[in-house]
């Protein structure tokens, strides 16, 4: 606080020097108009020399980032001080100076240091651009300055030698501060109080000087009125240098926000008809001399202006063409971009890429809009980072990018390193930081293929990678079509089996290692199609998740598992673990239909197990909520939850602390290659599994146990239970009945 108003203090003590500096100017102003042109000289020494000394000054105190406009005024100040000094010395008893004399040498140096600060007030890389704005003003302004003040002088017969050379080499540097000024108006984005004041006294300053001339040359002088004009632009300058916000007002950003303003379009009509104007002009005054040479330049510069205008036009097009070539939200290109480069015949192999952020509609129809754009426009500069900067990137819809980019090889890392990108955590105002993951399609681009198709497979491509669950690349393969067809059939199928009674349950009984009893088992889904075709639950699953359907026939397994279990578990208290998606448990009334399934069943929660994965609870950002309190809810009633497949996904074991968690079921490929492979590194991570579910109070079961070695090595770890092939394959309900019945094999109980 007290920091923040010592500093307003000194601001607006710095303000106000500048204010009490453009008052005394004013005071010295009336006086060098009302005095004697001999007395006069001394009130331009004056104001010229406190101009330098508050330029110097202001670049001391506000530490400009690009002073070099600011110390070149300083000189130019310095120098027109110098001119009167010698104006003053060459004064004759008239008071009008001498010619030549020192004093017009460093007039014209003046101008020349003036119209050098201008033409560096932005910087070097800055300057091309403008150019045609520039040259326009320029054009118009030299036919207003040939009209009424250079071919007069020509032509008159006053002025000659030396002094008509003076003359003119003024005006020409007057007309060239003009049109470097107006490049500035045009390029800087710029618009401090300094920068305004600076723009006042470069255009006071022409003005006056045209004045002069023209009324030098129509015979008449009001040297009051034109000495205030030259005092104004000395102490506004002076005053400019003063202003804090000289700091910030040179060297500026590039770019002009709207260069086909309406305001622009105007001076443009009026520059054009006052060149028509002045050849009116020339044509019906009497002037002295010959009249063709005037004419003949105001219709070369009339030519020009119209060459410029084009010009400018031609400018205007390649720039909304390329707007209309943008995306708005993320600045880089749009679909159009994308046609357009696809189109266009590339030399080497080329690749596409299409990139879609997992679960972004969801993130976005839960935190709003402003959140997600801010996701959209990240994810666009980390894709446009990662890829290499000749790569056109785009974004086609939503959350949806596209890459083309020139690659010999390599494909796969570059789609990989945009993985890599968009995991990092994404840090959002006012939200906890989000991660996210992509799916990637990738198609290869041979010359000459036309791109709908391009486009065609790389979407399919796309659509692979986020069936196979998201977070992962998917090659384009012409196998894919096919794919497709055939899921489309599959999932009309999908709809229809349910009614039409296809599918069934097969249950798989789970072990206890130590005792060889059935301690549970897992109720897998099979579907046989009225032909006798097995379609295997890994296929038509993600499907039933995409299309919907896993909720209907989710809690058909439920109801199917329930009427079981009624008597699995009175008779052999044996648990049923049940798979369950994602999709269901979004489902805000899953865990209430369940309870309800099981009490109408007289089935007591603890004779249920509720299996996930670990991908649920990592990747549903979004509904992580509703997915714990219904796992809360079903825990209250008894019903275990178990993590399937662990140890296989993000394995972010954070969420084993937060989440309602009883079982553990380590995931298949542990058991083969790690138990098989007897290696000390695998050995571990068993180990270390079951160490975890040991210290966290949970069950362990050991998945796909296919060898007796297996079992016996899982045994020997102290794992809890087991499933697999070797103690039973899945089968229908009365082979699980069957196998209830059977003696307890005596090579898992014998321990030796
Ligand atoms: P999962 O939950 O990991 O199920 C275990 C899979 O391993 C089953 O395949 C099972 O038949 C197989 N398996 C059992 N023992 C062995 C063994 O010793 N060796 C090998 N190599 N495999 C073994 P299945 O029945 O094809 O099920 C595949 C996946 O389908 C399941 O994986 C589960 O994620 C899903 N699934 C099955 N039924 C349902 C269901 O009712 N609802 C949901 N949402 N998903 C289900
Ligand atoms: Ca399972
Ligand atoms: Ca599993």
Redesign the pocket.
């Known amino acids: 606080m007290a920091t923040e108003r010592c500093y307003q203090e000194v601001v607006s003590r710095e303000i106000s020097v500048h204010r009490w500096y453009l008052g005394a100017g004013a005071l010295a102003l009336l006086g060098g108009s009302l005095l004697v042109p001999a007395v006069r000289v001394w009130v331009y020494m004056l104001v010229a020399a406190s101009a330098m000394v508050a330029l110097a000054v202001g670049v001391r105190r506000h530490r400009p980032v690009w002073p070099a406009p600011w110390w070149l005024l300083a000189a130019a100040m310095g120098m027109s001080l110098l001119a009167n000094i010698g104006w003053a010395l060459a004064m004759d008893p008239a008071g009008v100076p001498r010619f030549p004399s020192v004093g017009d040498a460093c007039y014209a140096a003046t101008l020349v240091l003036l119209a050098v600060s201008v033409y560096r007030w932005v910087r070097p890389a800055q300057q091309r651009s403008g150019v045609v704005d520039a040259a326009i003003v320029a054009v118009a302004g030299a036919a207003a300055l040939w009209t009424l003040v250079v071919a007069p002088l020509l032509f008159d017969g006053r002025f000659t030698g030396l002094r008509m050379a003076s003359y003119l080499f003024y005006v020409g540097m007057d007309l060239l501060i003009l049109v470097l000024t107006v490049r500035v108006v045009v390029i800087s984005r710029v618009r401090t109080p300094a920068y305004r004041l600076m723009v006042t006294a470069a255009g006071l300053l022409v003005l006056t000087d045209s004045c002069y001339y023209a009324l030098l040359l129509a015979g008449e002088s009001y040297d009051r009125l034109t000495a205030l004009g030259w005092l104004g632009a000395y102490v506004i300058i002076g005053a400019a240098g003063l202003h804090p916000s000289m700091a910030r007002s040179t060297g500026s950003v590039p770019g002009n926000p709207s260069p086909a303003s309406r305001r622009r379009m105007a001076i443009y009509v009026s520059l054009t008809l006052g060149i028509s104007l002045l050849t009116i002009l020339s044509l019906s005054a009497a002037l002295p001399g010959s009249q063709s040479p005037r004419l003949i330049v105001l219709e070369v510069l009339g030519a020009a202006m119209a060459v410029l205008l084009i010009v400018r036009l031609s400018q205007l097009a390649t720039l909304l063409n390329r707007r209309t070539h943008l995306d708005t939200l993320t600045g880089l290109g749009n679909r159009v971009m994308l046609q357009e480069h696809l189109d266009r015949p590339g030399r080497r192999r080329r690749v596409l890429l299409l990139v879609d952020l997992d679960g972004f509609r969801d993130f976005n129809d839960t935190f709003g809009h402003q959140a997600g754009d801010t996701v959209l426009v990240e994810t666009g500069e980390r894709i446009r980072a990662a890829v290499p900067s000749s790569a056109t990137v785009v974004r086609l819809a939503a959350d949806e990018f596209a890459v083309l980019a020139e690659a010999d090889a390599g494909d796969h890392e570059l789609a990989q390193s945009i993985l890599v990108a968009v995991h990092q955590p994404y840090r959002l105002q006012g939200l906890a930081s989000r991660r996210f993951a992509a799916s990637i399609g990738v198609v290869a681009v041979t010359a000459g293929q036309p791109s709908p198709p391009v486009l065609r497979d790389a979407d399919l491509a796309l659509h692979t990678a986020q069936m196979r669950g998201g977070d992962q690349i998917a090659v384009f393969d012409p196998e894919m079509h096919a794919e497709r067809l055939a899921n489309t059939e599959l999932v009309a199928q999908l709809h229809d089996a349910l009614d039409a009674g296809e599918f069934d349950?097969?249950y798989?009984p789970i072990i206890d290692l130590a005792t060889g009893d059935v301690a549970a088992a897992?109720?897998?889904?099979?579907w046989t199609r009225p032909d006798g075709t097995r379609i295997?639950?890994?296929r038509f699953?993600p499907l039933a998740?995409q299309s919907g359907a896993?909720v209907a026939?989710?809690d058909w397994?439920i109801r199917r598992v329930c009427r079981d279990l009624h008597r699995l578990w009175r008779d052999h208290r044996v648990a049923v673990t049940?798979?369950?998606?994602a999709h269901?448990l979004r489902d805000p009334l899953f865990a209430a239909r369940l309870l309800q399934v099981l009490h109408a069943g007289e089935v007591p929660g603890a004779a249920l197990i509720v299996?996930i994965?670990e991908t649920v609870l990592v990747t549903s950002v979004t509904d992580a909520a509703t997915v714990t309190a219904q796992l809360q809810e079903l825990r209250e009633h008894g019903v275990r939850i178990a993590i399937?497949?662990f140890g296989t996904g993000y394995s972010s074991l954070a969420y084993l602390r937060e989440l309602p968690v009883d079982i553990l079921?380590m995931?298949?490929s542990f058991t083969?290659r790690q138990i098989d492979n007897g290696g000390a590194r695998e050995l571990a991570f068993i180990r270390a599994i079951l160490e975890l579910g040991r210290s966290l109070d949970l069950v362990t079961i050991a998945?796909?146990?296919?060898t007796p070695a297996q079992a016996e090595r899982l045994r020997s770890l102290d794992c809890d239970l087991a499933?697999?092939?070797?103690f039973a394959?899945?089968a229908p309900l009365a082979d699980l009945h069957e196998f209830l019945r059977r003696p307890i094999e005596p090579a898992l109980t014998d321990v030796p």
Request: aromatic share 2%; net charge negative; proline share 8%.
């Open positions: 349950v097969h798989q897992e109720a897998l889904l099979r295997p639950p890994d699953i998740e896993i026939i989710g397994v049940v798979n369950v998606s269901q299996e994965t399937d497949d079921k995931d298949g083969a998945e796909a146990v296919e499933q697999g092939y070797l394959r899945p």
